[in-house]
C-alpha cells in the first residue's frame, strides 16, 4: 500500500514576503496575462522559478531551467525561502465559494511526501493519459532545481480522522477568491495516525499526471533515497468540500460543415429537445441522465441518447466504461463518428476548444468564433474511481477539480 510521510519542506518566509504576492496557480493553468500578474506582484514570485520566460539568447548553459535553478538557491540564501526545522506533515483547509452555485465550501487536505509506485502496481492509479512536451518541461525543471514546487492532487477512499491541532503558518485569498490556510503538523502521535490510516489505502490522481510521471523518470534515473517520494495533497473522496466542474467544448474549423446534415444525423440516435437559452438548458441537463447541451446555428438543445445500447458499437475499440461517461458520448458518439473529430486531432488541438465557464462558450458560437458549442455535466467522483480501479482513462479534459491547489505554498526537495 502507498507509503506517506513527513518532510522538512521549503516554505515562503512571511516575515520577508506576503505569501499572496509570491504563490501562483499550477504551471498549467496560467495564462500569458497571469504570468505577467505574477511577474509585476514581486520580484520573488514563484512564476519565475515555476514558469520562467525563454530568451532568445538561450543555451544548454543559460536558460529558463538554469535562472530558475540560480534562483531557487539565492533564495535560500537571502532566507525568501526556508527550509523547516523539522519533518512535518501540512494541513491545508480552503474555503469558497463554488462556482457551480451550491453555496459555500471548505475543502480539507494533507500534504505529504507520497512513496511513487509505477501505473502496474496497483497502489496510485491514473484517471487521464498524458503528454510527452508537458513531461519534458517538468523534468528538466525538476532536475536544474532539484525540487517540486507543484502539487499532485490525490484522493483516498476512505475518510480518516484529520488533526485538529497544529501550528497555523499563514493565510492569503488566492486569484479565484479561495482562502488558503495552512498549517504545520510535527506531533510524533498525529503523524502517526495519519500514516496508520493512510498506510492501508489505494490513493487516485485527481490533477498531476504529468507531475507524477515525471517524478518516476526522475526516480528512476537519480537513485536516491528522496527521489522515491513525490509531495502530493491528499483529500477524501467524499469531502463535502471536493468540487467537480464541468468542462464544455466548441467545435472550430469543420470544413463544409452542414448544420442540418448533422442535425438530421443527430436525431437518429439523440433526441434533440429546443431550450430557449442557456439558463434553462443548464438547469435541464442536470436532470437528465447521459445529457449532452449544444448550441448550434443560434439555438439551444438538450441531446440525450435515445438508448445507449445502440451506441455499444461505437465503442468496441474504446477503453472500458467510456459507453457510461457522458464525456466519452459526446467525443465517440458525435465528436468522432459524425464530425470526424478523431483522438488524433484532438491531440493536435484542431478543432475543439475547451471551457469551465458555459457562457464563454456561448459567446464563442453567438460571435462566429465557434460552429458549435457543447454542455456538459460534472463527471462525478465515483466515475474517476470507478475509470481507474478498470485501469482505463478518461478522454482529454473530463475533470476540472476546483479549486486548483497553489505552487509553492510547500516545496519538497528531492536530493
Known amino acids: 500500500m502507498p507509503e506517506i510521510q513527513p518532510f522538512a519542506g521549503v516554505l515562503f518566509n512571511t516575515q520577508k514576503v506576503n505569501p499572496a504576492d509570491v504563490l501562483t496557480q499550477p504551471y498549467d493553468k496560467i495564462t500569458p496575462a497571469m504570468q505577467e500578474k505574477y511577474i509585476k506582484a514581486s520580484p520573488f514570485n514563484l512564476i519565475r522559478i515555476e514558469l520562467g520566460k525563454s530568451e532568445p539568447t538561450d543555451s544548454d548553459a543559460n536558460n529558463k531551467y538554469t535562472r530558475a535553478a540560480a534562483l531557487y538557491q539565492q533564495w535560500l540564501k537571502d532566507g525568501i ?22 453555496g459555500t465550501r471548505t475543502r480539507k487536505a494533507l500534504i505529504a511526501r507520497v512513496k511513487l509506485h509505477r501505473w502496474d502496481e496497483g497502489e496510485v492509479l491514473p ?26 492532487f490525490m484522493l483516498y477512499p476512505q475518510p480518516m480522522k484529520l488533526p485538529t491541532t497544529g501550528t497555523k503558518l ?46 518516476i523518470a526522475f526516480r528512476d534515473e537519480a537513485q536516491t533515497e528522496a527521489s522515491r517520494y513525490v509531495m502530493a495533497t491528499l483529500v477524501d473522496m467524499n469531502d463535502p468540500g471536493l468540487v467537480v466542474l464541468p468542462t464544455h467544448r466548441t467545435v472550430t474549423n469543420l470544413k463544409d460543415f452542414d448544420s442540418g446534415k448533422f442535425l438530421h444525423r443527430l436525431a437518429k440516435d ?17 436532470q437528465t441522465p447521459h445529457g449532452i447541451g449544444m448550441l448550434l446555428d443560434g439555438k439551444f438543445a438538450l441531446l440525450a441518447p435515445r438508448q445507449l445500447a445502440s451506441l455499444t458499437p461505437l465503442f468496441k475499440d474504446k477503453p472500458p466504461l467510456w459507453d457510461k461517461l457522458d464525456v466519452a458520448i459526446l467525443h465517440v458518439a458525435i465528436l468522432e463518428a459524425m464530425l470526424g473529430i478523431d483522438e488524433q486531432r484532438l491531440r493536435e488541438e ?12 456561448a459567446q464563442e458560437v453567438a460571435s462566429g468564433k465557434a460552429q458549435i458549442a457543447f454542455f456538459l455535466s460534472p463527471t462525478p467522483v465515483h466515475d474517476v474511481k470507478e475509470i481507474a480501479d478498470a485501469r482505463s482513462r478518461m478522454p482529454q479534459k473530463s475533470t476540472d477539480f476546483y479549486p486548483k491547489l497553489l505552487s509553492g505554498i510547500v516545496i519538497n526537495e528531492v536530493r
Open 127 to 152: 484517471h487521464e493519459h498524458t503528454l510527452s512536451k508537458p513531461k519534458a518541461d517538468r523534468m528538466a525543471l525538476l532536475k536544474a532545481t532539484g525540487s517540486q514546487q507543484g502539487q499532485i
Open 81 to 102: 525561502l526556508r527550509r523547516s526545522a523539522k519533518p512535518a506533515l501540512y494541513y491545508l483547509e480552503q474555503k469558497f465559494a463554488a462556482p457551480d452555485g451550491s
Open 170 to 215: 499563514f493565510e492569503l485569498v488566492d486569484d479565484y477568491q479561495v482562502t488558503n490556510t495552512l498549517y504545520e503538523i510535527t506531533d510524533p502521535a498525529a503523524i502517526q495516525s495519519i500514516q496508520a490510516a493512510l498506510g492501508k489505502q489505494k490513493f487516485y490522481i485527481a490533477d498531476g499526471h504529468h507531475r507524477y510521471e515525471t517524478a
Open 270 to 286: 439523440f433526441s434533440v429537445a429546443a431550450h430557449a437559452d442557456l439558463k434553462s438548458l443548464l438547469a435541464a441537463l442536470k
Open 350 to 361: 484542431a478543432n475543439v476548444t475547451y471551457w469551465r465557464e458555459p457562457d464563454l462558450a
